[in-house]
């Protein structure tokens, strides 16, 4: 849907005003290596894409916050002295930005209308969430006259999703919906956020994000408990190396020395990837920088079977998936991304490969899973900001 379009829709629902509409966007991530290694202390590499959330916000004269979407079935319309009232609905996420502005002094002081567009693919592991809580935390500060620093929106979003939706994700997704950058992969350090900005030149290769519309069910839950046998390796490996902050700081070759100290081979497993993990995510921006994106394919093959097996966050959807992707000729690399217990997978293929790719790989996955996967083929896209001009 075009941004005029969109105006439209926004007059239907809530008619003509003197006052400006604004127009903001931010994009959904794609993970391309650096999987489970935020909450880590490691270095994790996504990228924004080119599909994200739309917000259309225009300033009413009486108090009410109106909260519509053109693909969310939920619409509210709350008092300013309802915002901070849960309504287990999507709205949380832009409420919570609200609640999360208001204890920084930026109360809003009188109400507007906010319609939102959203097309990423919903509870697909692309960071729809993230993408709404970052334009709606970017807008509002823009509008309210505070600091748009982006590295403290994605620190803000981050807080919205732990504290008032309670998810215990890591900074990754609001990080790069946040500060993506077209044609750029984001190294990120998430101890310090310190990061850079790495050019993700393909060539005649594409990205193709593959969605298994498998339900991502007990993500949460697994997504806890994943943190936790982190958090127990941590505090064994703590007694060996006292320095040791998070435990993607260790070498794989110290952690080949201690890792017999964790006993529980669940737990050591979980280690072993994070370690691994990390060190293939500075490899894979040695290799990039070179140019080897055979060699970057290989570790995004490296990084999918560690997942499977090590840590154990893939599942029959994602496997499959994956293998048929390896299968075409021009495949350099395939694993699944995100959280993981379903949602997308990423492939890096030739673009003379992609239509076969995508019947080939499509016709297999529904008849080893029943299930009808989506392919996107995808460009890396710009972080937030504001579209001026477009409606
Ligand atoms: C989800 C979380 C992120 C990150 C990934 C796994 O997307 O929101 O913080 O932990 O899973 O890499």
Same mark, same amino acid.
């Given at each position: ?12 629902? &809530? ?43 225009? /300033? ?13 079935? &939920? ?5 300013? %002295? ?10 949380? &996420? ?10 920084? +002094? ?6 507007? +209308?906010?319609? #939102? ?13 993230? %993408? ?14 505070? +600091? ?42 998430? +101890? ?7 050019? #993700? ?30 958090? *127990? ?62 060699? #970057? ?16 966050? %893939? ?13 075409? /000729? ?10 993981? #217990? ?22 297999? &996955?529904? *008849? ?24």
């Amino acid at each position: 849907m075009s941004t005029q379009e969109l105006n439209r829709k926004f007059i239907e629902k &809530y008619g003509e005003s003197t006052e400006e509409t604004r127009v903001f966007y931010a994009p959904g991530r794609v993970n391309l290596i650096g999987e489970h290694l935020d909450y880590n202390g490691g270095y994790v590499l996504p990228a924004a894409l080119e599909f994200g959330t739309f917000l259309f916000v225009r /300033p009413r004269s009486d108090s009410k916050v109106q909260f519509a979407s053109t693909n969310l079935p &939920y619409e509210a319309s709350l008092d300013l %002295s309802e915002i901070g009232n849960k309504s287990g609905e999507w709205i949380d &996420y832009p409420v919570g930005v609200l609640v999360e502005l208001a204890k920084k +002094d930026l109360k809003l002081q009188h109400g507007y +209308d906010l319609l #939102f567009h959203g097309d990423i693919p919903n509870g697909s592991g692309l960071s729809s969430s993230a %993408s709404i809580e970052v334009v709606t935390a970017f807008a509002f500060l823009t509008l309210l006259g505070g +600091d748009t620093d982006t590295v403290e929106i994605a620190l803000l979003s981050q807080r919205v999703e732990n504290q008032y939706v309670g998810v215990n994700s890591g900074i990754m997704d609001q990080f790069a919906v946040a500060n993506g950058k077209r044609d750029h992969a984001i190294l990120l350090m998430c +101890d310090t956020l310190e990061y850079s900005l790495i050019p #993700f030149v393909t060539g005649s290769y594409k990205l193709v994000i593959g969605n298994t519309n498998k339900k991502r069910g007990l993500v949460d839950s697994k997504y806890n408990e994943r943190r936790s046998q982190c958090d *127990e390796a941590l505090a064994i490996l703590k007694q060996e190396v006292p320095e040791l902050s998070y435990l993607a700081e260790l070498k794989p070759e110290q952690f080949e020395i201690h890792k017999d100290k964790i006993t529980d081979e669940t737990v050591r497993r979980r280690a072993k990837h994070v370690v691994e993990e990390n060190q293939r995510v500075l490899d894979s921006v040695e290799v990039l920088k070179a140019n080897n994106l055979k060699q #970057f394919g290989q570790y995004m093959n490296d990084s999918h079977v560690s997942l499977r097996d090590l840590y154990e966050v %893939s599942c029959l959807e994602l496997d499959v998936m994956v293998e048929e992707a390896q299968k075409i /000729p021009g495949t350099l690399g395939a694993r699944m991304t995100g959280a993981g #217990f379903g949602g997308c997978t990423v492939s890096l293929v030739h673009e003379d490969d992609v239509e076969r790719f995508i019947s080939e790989v499509g016709a297999a &996955y529904t *008849e080893r899973t029943g299930l009808t996967g989506e392919f996107y083929v995808c460009g890396i896209g710009n972080g937030v900001e504001e579209l001026k001009g477009a409606n």
